[in-house]
């Protein structure tokens, strides 16, 4: 394969096209091309879309299940996935306004526990899937369950703050990630811009740090890492604690946005809709393949189409369709493209 | 070294699944996009629907009522709808994506009395009249206004009216009611208590289960109150196909039409054959196609001449019982079918 | 006969799995500077045998020493940090990772300064680099350090998983079915390559099927069969067609008639070939 005579070359193995094929076929690139054509389509069809306002909305639309699908990447990343990531991040939620109504805390206090509900959670979760090695679909379908429940019992199914009380009674630190700044005509969220930050943290430990490279070895094949000396076990608990730790952060975020402790929170969408930005994002479910940054761009992608199917008069039912051929679609072409075993 | 058969599939299989996925994405969405209502941009006065489900058929004669209002009025309608009668999460991303959308105004069955405030707030702010619809927000001035029926008024008749017929016997009460922060839910089983002559802690209540306002689940909440309490022969149902439901539960336990006396909230004409066929013994009747109409038509107006709606608007309500009882005003099963929908 | 202390050896390793025996008491020594083959028919116990001298998998019964300290490997960890490295049959590469991150899995370099310490950074472009002067040395060809060791052809692999262990490994390295899967111009170089690593000072355990290639390569030759070593040979003192009747059963060994359990007979030396 050294020939010198370019002309003879076939069109596929010439340099200039080598370096376009390098390219398209870096992850996250293919997510990134959907996206831009959704969104190229959408501001054809509805001159409201690519305005300011309207794109900070998406982001505040996408923050929650954005945050949410960190954890659930790194959970899928070690060839796992996180049924429980909604539910828990609902009785996160319920913890963090009961314990500042209710009961008195101080609300970073009641943050902080909230928080620490979640991560409880992600310790039951990663004991049982690191240790007793149960696989994680059951494991975290019963964890589903119990922060299920847990929410319910604990909230006695009230919506938080209960009573008849109009503004909303929340502390203001539970509220924080909803307050804006502006930049130009456009608010933006500290929220959206804290879902940026998590992202770019995640990328950083990911791609930068041995633990990263510990986490992907695992899930391409964790006897193989556990035969080259990376400690699977440790790395499969740390990695369900740290999405543990996503899921208080979002419901933190869930709280700020709607304003109240919701028990019905997380049951559908936040839930399936982490795991289809995942999808979505080109991370194969298989494991030790993918990305956060795909991971993002899967969640604006499901963003974008529920908000610029409305504002083009299109039932956001229709939304579902999309969404569920999206992502068949998605998995075929991660699957052609890179000869990945799914 | 490189296997060049490899690259080259590689290679094409990447261009043709990119153009594959962009090619279907398009097609979709526009295909959906051709069946949308067609907007003239500026003119028309856009109205928004956002109801708890899209498949209850109270929901669906709603919006229906709206669709043919707008059409009468020149004005285009954008529906929206949550996946369940609690998904809160949806309906609140509809209110935002339908204010960027540029509608006048929204017409909203709130999932939850308290979660959707928030947004709702947000778009009132920005210059969105908001109407509740059938069930109100708590507290009520969340919205411009209420359109919907009296529910605590329709729970009175139909608990007055159980309470004629079973006048003398020994009665053992089932309550089958939807989610715990539905403000019409608590509405209807209050009133029906207080129609009913009996107290929340009655001893004469045996059972409370979440049916969540569909058949199937009745059937089981009411299975599980059968098993806890045989006895059961007056049963409280939240609506219509709640208390299809529960009859199928109660007819697979031998219970018959005469023995047992089961009232509901709707007036719709399923349900009202259902009163017809003696398996419903009364139902109040309410008018939902009202409830659109009027809705549309107060946007359109506040549209045109900038008055906004206030306060409680009763749509009104009727008891239809095939059998009328001294002591309880009600309509027959002919004015019933006569004023039904759906 | 000067009596030279193993570097490493297993004495008695008894080894279950439910109800099947795996190894049955079985013996090794591997002397400084030599490539020692371990044979055997199929369930014979090669690979049981390696795994307990890798940390893989904890004999039931029996000792191990390494420099004549007993020693007990509780993980594949402990025993690299022991100085043993090996090459898996199914050489256990992280198949999305690169050549440089498969080379560093589990002994990752960081960054120095503030970037390493306190965010924990990796130092990719020195471990790159490293890897590639590694790969060179050992004249492992590959054309781009970036891809994922998927791609790379079963030589290739099999040349990272080799430099891999040739990196590392202060003491001795094992390698289980290093030439299986490939064609004859990657054995070769697999061969060589093996050569090359115990001419550098690693003495080398080598578990393989293919006997040309073992009498081309061992100083010594450990027959086992049924979870016990049968007999220790050289290529000087015997043939292959005799080796593989003694592996088979059709000749016995000479340690079947004498084996004790838990004894050893005389062995032969290399003095007495």
């Given at each position: 394969?050294?020939?010198?005579?370019?002309?003879?070359?076939?069109?596929?193995?010439?340099?200039?096209?080598?370096?376009?094929?390098?390219?398209?076929?870096?992850?996250?690139?293919?997510?990134?091309?959907?996206?831009?054509?959704?969104?190229?389509?959408?501001?054809?069809?509805?001159?409201?879309?690519?305005?300011?306002?309207?794109?900070?909305?998406?982001?505040?639309?996408?923050?929650?299940?954005?945050?949410?699908?960190?954890?659930?990447?790194?959970?899928?990343?070690?060839?796992?996935?996180?049924?429980?990531?909604?539910?828990?991040?609902?009785?996160?939620?319920?913890?963090?306004?009961?314990?500042?109504?209710?009961?008195?805390?101080?609300?970073?206090?009641?943050?902080?526990?909230?928080?620490?509900?979640?991560?409880?959670?992600?310790?039951?979760?990663?004991?049982?899937?690191?240790?007793?090695?149960?696989?994680?679909?059951?494991?975290?379908?019963?964890?589903?369950?119990?922060?299920?429940?847990?929410?319910?019992?604990?909230?006695?199914?009230?919506?938080?703050?209960?009573?008849?009380?109009?503004?909303?009674?929340?502390?203001?630190?539970?509220?924080?990630?909803?307050?804006?700044?502006?930049?130009?005509?456009?608010?933006?969220?500290?929220?959206?811009?804290?879902?940026?930050?998590?992202?770019?943290?995640?990328?950083?430990?990911?791609?930068?740090?041995?633990?990263?490279?510990?986490?992907?070895?695992?899930?391409?094949?964790?006897?193989?890492?556990?035969?080259?000396?990376?400690?699977?076990?440790?790395?499969?608990?740390?990695?369900?604690?740290?999405?543990?730790?996503?899921?208080?952060?979002?419901?933190?975020?869930?709280?700020?946005?709607?304003?109240?402790?919701?028990?019905?929170?997380?049951?559908?969408?936040?839930?399936?809709?982490?795991?289809?930005?995942?999808?979505?994002?080109?991370?194969?479910?298989?494991?030790?393949?993918?990305?956060?940054?795909?991971?993002?761009?899967?969640?604006?992608?499901?963003?974008?189409?529920?908000?610029?199917?409305?504002?083009?008069?299109?039932?956001?039912?229709?939304?579902?369709?999309?969404?569920?051929?999206?992502?068949?679609?998605?998995?075929?072409?991660?699957?052609?493209?890179?000869?990945?075993?799914? | 070294?490189?296997?060049?058969?490899?690259?080259?599939?590689?290679?094409?299989?990447?261009?043709?699944?990119?153009?594959?996925?962009?090619?279907?994405?398009?097609?979709?969405?526009?295909?959906?996009?051709?069946?949308?209502?067609?907007?003239?941009?500026?003119?028309?006065?856009?109205?928004?629907?956002?109801?708890?489900?899209?498949?209850?058929?109270?929901?669906?004669?709603?919006?229906?009522?709206?669709?043919?209002?707008?059409?009468?009025?020149?004005?285009?309608?954008?529906?929206?709808?949550?996946?369940?009668?609690?998904?809160?999460?949806?309906?609140?991303?509809?209110?935002?994506?339908?204010?960027?959308?540029?509608?006048?105004?929204?017409?909203?069955?709130?999932?939850?009395?308290?979660?959707?405030?928030?947004?709702?707030?947000?778009?009132?702010?920005?210059?969105?009249?908001?109407?509740?619809?059938?069930?109100?927000?708590?507290?009520?001035?969340?919205?411009?206004?209420?359109?919907?029926?009296?529910?605590f008024n329709a729970g009175i008749l139909i608990g007055k009216y159980a309470r004629a017929a079973t006048k003398g016997k020994k009665v053992t009460i089932g309550m089958i009611d939807e989610h715990a922060g539905s403000s019409v839910g608590a509405l209807r089983h209050n009133g029906f208590l207080k129609g009913f002559g009996i107290k929340k802690n009655s001893k004469l209540i045996a059972c409370a289960g979440n049916g969540e306002g569909q058949t199937a689940p009745s059937q089981t909440a009411m299975e599980n109150c059968l098993q806890k309490n045989?006895?059961?022969?007056?049963?409280?149902?939240?609506?219509?196909?709640?208390?299809?439901?529960?009859?199928?539960?109660?007819?697979?336990?031998?219970?018959s039409k005469a023995g047992t006396t089961i009232v509901s909230v709707d007036g719709g004409c399923a349900g009202v054959r259902n009163v017809k066929a003696g398996i419903i013994d009364a139902t109040s009747q309410q008018y939902p196609l009202l409830m659109a109409s009027r809705g549309v038509g107060a946007v359109v107006k506040f549209a045109k001449t900038g008055k906004k709606p206030s306060g409680y608007t009763d749509t009104g309500v009727n008891l239809i019982a095939k059998k009328p009882l001294v002591g309880v005003k009600s309509k027959s099963v002919?004015?019933?079918?006569?004023?039904?929908?759906? | 006969?000067?009596?030279?202390?193993?570097?490493?050896?297993?004495?008695?390793?008894?080894?279950?799995?439910?109800?099947?025996?795996?190894?049955?008491?079985?013996?090794?020594?591997?002397?400084?500077?030599?490539?020692?083959?371990?044979?055997?028919?199929?369930?014979?116990?090669?690979?049981?045998?390696?795994?307990?001298?890798?940390?893989?998998?904890?004999?039931?019964?029996?000792?191990?020493?390494?420099?004549?300290?007993?020693?007990?490997?509780?993980?594949?960890?402990?025993?690299?940090?022991?100085?043993?490295?090996?090459?898996?049959?199914?050489?256990?590469?992280?198949?999305?990772?690169?050549?440089?991150?498969?080379?560093?899995?589990?002994?990752?370099?960081?960054?120095?300064?503030?970037?390493?310490?306190?965010?924990?950074?990796?130092?990719?472009?020195?471990?790159?680099?490293?890897?590639?002067?590694?790969?060179?040395?050992?004249?492992?060809?590959?054309?781009?350090?970036?891809?994922?060791?998927?791609?790379?052809?079963?030589?290739?692999?099999?040349?990272?998983?080799?430099?891999?262990?040739?990196?590392?490994?202060?003491?001795?390295?094992?390698?289980?079915?290093?030439?299986?899967?490939?064609?004859?111009?990657?054995?070769?170089?697999?061969?060589?390559?093996?050569?090359?690593?115990?001419?550098?000072?690693?003495?080398?355990?080598?578990?393989?099927?293919?006997?040309?290639?073992?009498?081309?390569?061992?100083?010594?030759?450990?027959?086992?069969?049924?979870?016990?070593?049968?007999?220790?040979?050289?290529?000087?003192?015997?043939?292959?067609?005799?080796?593989?009747?003694?592996?088979?059963?059709?000749?016995?060994?000479?340690?079947?008639?004498?084996?004790?359990?838990?004894?050893?007979?005389?062995?032969?030396?290399?003095?007495?070939?």
């Amino acid at each position: 394969m050294n020939a010198t005579d370019t002309s003879a070359q076939p069109l596929w193995e010439r340099p200039a096209i080598q370096q376009v094929r390098r390219v398209l076929a870096a992850p996250a690139v293919g997510p990134l091309i959907a996206l831009l054509l959704t969104m190229a389509f959408f501001s054809l069809k509805s001159d409201r879309f690519l305005q300011g306002p309207n794109l900070s909305l998406v982001l505040q639309q996408v923050m929650v299940v954005g945050v949410l699908a960190i954890g659930q990447t790194l959970v899928i990343l070690t060839a796992g996935i996180d049924l429980s990531a909604g539910t828990v991040m609902a009785f996160g939620q319920i913890v963090m306004t009961k314990l500042a109504i209710d009961s008195g805390y101080s609300p970073m206090t009641a943050i902080l526990l909230g928080i620490l509900a979640c991560v409880a959670f992600g310790m039951l979760n990663g004991g049982l899937v690191a240790f007793v090695r149960l696989p994680a679909f059951i494991v975290t379908l019963g964890t589903l369950n119990i922060a299920f429940a847990l929410t319910h019992i604990y909230s006695n199914d009230l919506t938080y703050p209960p009573g008849e009380s109009g503004a909303s009674s929340l502390p203001s630190a539970l509220l924080f990630f909803g307050r804006t700044f502006t930049i130009g005509h456009t608010d933006v969220t500290y929220g959206v811009v804290f879902m940026f930050v998590l992202f770019a943290l995640a990328w950083f430990v990911l791609t930068q740090t041995a633990w990263g490279r510990h986490v992907y070895a695992t899930g391409d094949d964790a006897e193989a890492a556990r035969l080259t000396g990376v400690k699977t076990g440790r790395v499969l608990l740390s990695v369900y604690i740290v999405a543990g730790l996503m899921y208080g952060l979002a419901a933190w975020l869930l709280v700020s946005r709607t304003e109240i402790g919701d028990p019905n929170a997380g049951q559908t969408t936040e839930n399936l809709d982490s795991i289809t930005a995942v999808v979505l994002g080109g991370t194969s479910l298989f494991g030790g393949r993918g990305t956060v940054i795909g991971t993002l761009i899967g969640a604006i992608i499901v963003g974008v189409f529920r908000n610029g199917l409305t504002l083009i008069g299109v039932e956001v039912i229709y939304q579902y369709l999309v969404t569920g051929i999206l992502v068949i679609l998605a998995v075929s072409v991660d699957q052609l493209t890179h000869r990945r075993r799914l | 070294m490189r296997d060049p058969q490899r690259e080259h599939t590689s290679w094409r299989t990447l261009v043709l699944a990119t153009a594959l996925l962009a090619a279907v994405v398009g097609t979709t969405v526009l295909v959906a996009a051709a069946s949308a209502k067609p907007t003239s941009q500026g003119a028309t006065v856009k109205v928004g629907l956002i109801t708890k489900d899209a498949t209850n058929p109270f929901f669906v004669k709603m919006r229906a009522g709206a669709t043919k209002a707008a059409k009468r009025l020149g004005a285009s309608l954008i529906y929206a709808a949550g996946k369940s009668s609690s998904d809160n999460a949806s309906q609140i991303a509809a209110i935002e994506n339908m204010t960027t959308a540029g509608v006048k105004g929204i017409l909203i069955t709130v999932a939850d009395g308290k979660a959707e405030n928030a947004a709702i707030a947000k778009a009132r702010k920005a210059g969105v009249i908001v109407i509740a619809l059938d069930t109100p927000t708590v507290p009520k001035s969340a919205t411009n206004a209420l359109f919907a029926t009296n529910n605590f008024n329709a729970g009175i008749l139909i608990g007055k009216y159980a309470r004629a017929a079973t006048k003398g016997k020994k009665v053992t009460i089932g309550m089958i009611d939807e989610h715990a922060g539905s403000s019409v839910g608590a509405l209807r089983h209050n009133g029906f208590l207080k129609g009913f002559g009996i107290k929340k802690n009655s001893k004469l209540i045996a059972c409370a289960g979440n049916g969540e306002g569909q058949t199937a689940p009745s059937q089981t909440a009411m299975e599980n109150c059968l098993q806890k309490n045989p006895k059961i022969n007056v049963v409280y149902t939240i609506n219509e196909p709640s208390a299809l439901g529960a009859w199928n539960a109660l007819k697979k336990a031998g219970k018959s039409k005469a023995g047992t006396t089961i009232v509901s909230v709707d007036g719709g004409c399923a349900g009202v054959r259902n009163v017809k066929a003696g398996i419903i013994d009364a139902t109040s009747q309410q008018y939902p196609l009202l409830m659109a109409s009027r809705g549309v038509g107060a946007v359109v107006k506040f549209a045109k001449t900038g008055k906004k709606p206030s306060g409680y608007t009763d749509t009104g309500v009727n008891l239809i019982a095939k059998k009328p009882l001294v002591g309880v005003k009600s309509k027959s099963v002919k004015y019933g079918l006569a004023n039904c929908w759906g | 006969m000067s009596e030279r202390q193993p570097l490493l050896e297993a004495r008695g390793i008894v080894k279950r799995f439910g109800h099947v025996v795996a190894l049955d008491g079985a013996d090794f020594e591997l002397y400084p500077d030599e490539i020692v083959a371990v044979i055997g028919d199929n369930g014979a116990g090669k690979s049981t045998l390696i795994k307990s001298l890798s940390g893989a998998l904890q004999p039931d019964r029996g000792e191990i020493r390494l420099d004549g300290k007993p020693v007990r490997f509780r993980s594949p960890g402990e025993a690299r940090r022991a100085g043993i490295e090996t090459v898996y049959q199914d050489l256990a590469v992280a198949p999305s990772l690169d050549i440089a991150s498969n080379i560093f899995l589990g002994r990752e370099a960081r960054r120095r300064g503030p970037l390493g310490r306190a965010l924990r950074m990796l130092a990719k472009r020195t471990m790159r680099r490293e890897a590639a002067l590694h790969l060179r040395e050992l004249q492992i060809g590959v054309q781009s350090m970036s891809q994922p060791v998927e791609n790379l052809s079963g030589g290739q692999r099999q040349g990272v998983a080799v430099a891999r262990a040739a990196k590392w490994a202060q003491r001795v390295a094992i390698m289980d079915e290093p030439t299986a899967a490939l064609g004859v111009k990657e054995t070769r170089q697999v061969l060589d390559l093996i050569l090359r690593v115990r001419d550098r000072g690693l003495p080398v355990i080598l578990i393989s099927h293919d006997m040309p290639n073992v009498f081309e390569l061992a100083d010594r030759i450990q027959i086992m069969r049924l979870g016990r070593r049968v007999a220790v040979v050289t290529p000087q003192t015997h043939s292959m067609s005799e080796a593989v009747a003694i592996m088979t059963g059709a000749t016995r060994g000479e340690l079947e008639l004498t084996l004790v359990k838990g004894r050893p007979a005389q062995l032969p030396t290399e003095e007495d070939a």
